[in-house]
Nanobody
Framework: QVQLVESGGGLVQPGGPLRLSCAASGSIFSTYAMGWYRQAPGKQRELVAVFTTGGSTNYADSVKGRFTIFRDNAKNTVYLQMNSLKPEDTAVYYC??????????????WGQGTQVTVSS
């Protein structure tokens, strides 16, 4: 079982930076995918950034060049550095960890979510 605890959300002015952290406990392996999703009011949850099981990174087009995901495997922690924030980045951000079993089944674990509000 994997437990995820997010931190770092809050209120920030447009153009400002914010860093989110997600600490994972339990059995985590470097081959697990770790990433961030977000959900704005009235919208579906969407991928923001992820380290895939193969170790590559993927970003949503809307955050490319502004957000950076990085991880510290020794600490089982994944971070999301968000720069040049826009009001449309306002959402609840969720940490996600998943792995693919030998039966090709995806197993997801989610954090509780942290609110990010971009407003002047």
């Amino acid at each position: 079982q994997v437990q995820l605890v997010e931190s770092g959300g809050g209120l920030v002015q447009p153009g400002g930076p914010l860093r989110l952290s997600c600490a994972a406990s339990g059995s985590i392996f470097s081959t697990y995918a770790m990433g961030w999703y977000r959900q704005a009011p009235g919208k579906q949850r969407e991928l923001v950034a992820v380290f895939t099981t193969g170790g590559s990174t993927n970003y949503a087009d809307s955050v490319k060049g502004r957000f950076t995901i990085f991880r510290d495997n020794a600490k089982n922690t994944v971070y999301l550095q968000m720069n040049s924030l826009k009001p449309e980045d306002t959402a609840v951000y969720y940490c996600n960890v998943y792995y693919i079993s030998i039966l090709a089944i995806r197993h997801d674990f989610w954090g509780q979510g942290t609110q990010v509000t971009v407003s002047s």
